[in-house]
T-cell receptor, first 112, second 117 residues
């Protein structure tokens, strides 16, 4: 059974810092991995999707990497801003189905 | 174009009542998913539709939960004899295609917050 773990559970940083969020998964047989952002009381916004054959994806100040063999992904946020404050969720699509398996998320607070 | 929409945004009901939650996927998306998110947790899969049929309902917690998608577009999640433990945010997602495709980004709606008193 695929399990996804996110570390840290919460993170508070001053504005301008670069930061890394970690995601690990137990079964390396995945189709893809997605990083999402969730604001309080809102739905999920897709940030980046990495296919199983890819090593990384970039969008603006965000960079996500994937090491499938070790079951790890990182989300790198450069020059953090208060508007980046949200919960960040990592999800994998296992190779045996279409559902996403989510981690519990990292709650990020960027202080101005 | 419009994203995934869900109605109602909030639903408060009493224990034992029946509720229906609606999802309108992105136009043209053939795959539709329901997830449930409890406080402080990530979403958990409930059911996946490819077209009109439920291709995977392994996440439904028990037979009080049922979902339909009769015309391959709008879906309704139905919960009978609600219990306090059913309180959660119910999220719907859609993607352009499902089975057979490996690169399917899922787009989520804003969710319905269900509170069972």
């Amino acid at each position: 059974k695929q399990e996804v773990t996110q570390i840290p559970a919460a993170l508070s940083v001053p504005e301008g810092e670069n930061l890394v969020l970690n995601c690990s998964f137990t079964d390396s047989a995945i189709y893809n991995l997605q990083w999402f952002r969730q604001d309080p009381g809102k739905g999920l916004t897709s940030l980046l999707l990495i296919q199983s054959s890819q090593r990384e994806q970039t969008s603006g100040r965000l960079n996500a990497s994937l090491d499938k063999s070790s079951g790890r992904s990182t989300l790198y946020i450069a020059a953090s801003q208060p508007g980046d404050s949200a919960t960040y969720l990592c999800a994998v699509r296992p190779g045996y189905g279409n559902k996403l398996v989510f981690g519990a998320g990292t709650i990020l607070r960027v202080k101005s | 174009g419009a994203g995934v929409s869900q109605t109602p945004s909030n639903k408060v009901t009493e224990k034992g009542k029946y509720v229906e939650l609606r999802c309108d996927p992105i136009s043209g998306h053939t795959a539709l998913y329901w997830y449930r998110q409890s406080l402080g947790q990530g979403p958990e899969f409930l059911i996946y539709f490819q077209g009109t049929g439920a291709a995977d309902d392994s996440g439904l917690p028990n037979d009080r939960f049922f979902a339909v998608r009769p015309e391959g577009s709008v879906s309704t999640l139905k919960i009978q004899r609600t219990e306090r433990g059913d309180s959660a945010v119910y999220l719907c997602a859609s993607s352009p295609r499902g089975a057979g495709g490996s690169y399917n980004e899922q787009f989520f709606g804003p969710g319905t917050r269900l509170t069972v008193l």
